[in-house]
Nanobody, 117 residues
Framework: QVQLTESGGGLVQAGGSLTLSCAFS????????LGWFRQAPGKEREFVAV???????EYADFVKGRFIISRDNAKNTVYLAMTNLKPEDTAVYSC???????????WGRGTQVTVSS
């Protein structure tokens, strides 16, 4: 079964940058779309970005121009490069496999991103 493990979270100043990684195992990486999501305290989980198996991407409006999702098929890893971070970006960031039509599953445990003002 597919397993996903996030890493790279931490504390960063507003305006700073951070890159998250999601390591994939248990399947053929090239066959899966991968998405990033986030959940802040007291809030519902929200969609951030997705990359399909061909490299096509989609983003939530609130991160367009600031975040970039990418994948390295040789390393079975998907990345979320975050720039110009804002305090409202503070959340636990998780990855999952799937697409926006059929949904997502095989959620990782997440990595905490904290942006200070």
């Amino acid at each position: 079964q597919v397993q996903l493990t996030e890493s790279g979270g931490g504390l960063v100043q507003a305006g700073g940058s951070l890159t998250l990684s999601c390591a994939f195992s248990g399947g053929t990486f090239r066959a899966y779309g991968l998405g990033w999501f986030r959940q802040a305290p007291g809030k519902e989980r929200e969609f951030v970005a997705v990359i399909d198996r061909s490299g096509g991407t989609e983003y939530a409006d609130f991160v367009k121009g600031r975040f970039i999702i990418s994948r390295d098929n040789a390393k079975n890893t998907v990345y979320l490069a975050m720039t110009n971070l804002k305090p409202e970006d503070t959340a636990v960031y998780s990855c999952a496999e799937g697409d926006r039509v059929l949904g997502f599953k095989s959620w990782g445990r997440g990595t905490q991103v904290t942006v200070s003002s």
